[in-house]
Structures are given as C-alpha cells and as structure tokens.
C-alpha cells in the first residue's frame, strides 16, 4: 500500500527489462555480479522511480552511449562482434518500450580499479526512469 504506483503495460515492459538483463549477463565479464536495484521517489524527484540494472564489463565509450539505443547498431569492437550473438534491436527495442511509458533509458560507463583476466571492468549502468501515477489519477 505504501509503494509508489507506476502505470505500465506489464507485457511490454518485461521486455524492456529482459532486453536489458539479458544484455547484462552477454556483455558483463564472466564471474562477476549482475546487480538490479530500484530507487524510490525522494525529495530530488518525487514523481519518478528508477530501476537500474548494472554489470562488470567492458567499456561502452561515450561517443557510443547514444549510438548503441539506435536500431541495429552494437557497441561492440568488430573483432567481438562474432563471439557475442545479437542483432543491436535490443536497446533500442527497451528504449522504445521505455518513452512509450513517458520514461527515460540511460546508459553510463565508469571506470573501476579491478582488473580482471579481460581488462580493466568497467561498471555499466542502465537506468530506466519512469514516472509514477500522481495522487488523484487513479
């Protein structure tokens, strides 16, 4: 009763989010964690609640942050783009899903000090942000 109420079309939306886990677990390094959190109105921004799912893995290089929700398009360096199967409708497809919602979907990328047997991990966020329903729209 307390939670904050978010009107979606559950169907669509679980494939947005599927698109993005998915993503997470083909592109984070092996052995590392996937995590998915929600943050709550707050006082910052009381009408929307974000959903982020982020992953270790390689670098999405800003110049590439907007390109890869482009329809067909990967972020990936061409020598992988055979070892990792897709077809670059994913992000796109979630981003869609998300402004049909009257959200938002960002992509962030920051470097971390581990190095593991790839490389340097970088922490990849996708933040999904969508507004809740507002008192009396019921």
């Not at 929600?38 to 921004?45: E, G, K, M, R, T």
């Not at 590439?64 to 994913?90: C, D, N, S, V």
């Not at 992509?107 to 190095?115: L, W």
Request: overall charge neutral; glycine content about 8%; charged content about 25%.
């Amino acid at each position: 009763e307390n939670l904050p109420v978010a009107e979606v079309d559950i169907a669509r939306f679980t494939i947005a989010i599927s698109n993005l886990l998915d993503n997470a677990v083909k592109y984070s390094y092996p052995n590392t964690r996937i995590y998915v959190r929600s943050i709550v109105p707050n006082a910052a921004d009381p009408h929307h609640v974000t959903l982020q799912i982020q992953d270790l893995g390689e670098e999405i290089p800003l110049e590439k942050r907007e390109l890869i929700f482009e329809r067909g398009q990967r972020g990936l360096a061409e020598a992988k783009m055979g070892k990792i199967p897709g077809t670059g409708y994913g992000l796109w497809e979630a981003r869609a899903i998300v402004e049909a919602h009257g959200g938002t979907l960002t992509a962030k990328s920051e470097e971390t000090t581990f190095h593991l047997r790839q490389g340097r991990a970088h922490r990849v966020t996708f933040a999904v942000q969508i507004p809740l329903r507002q008192s009396g729209n019921k």
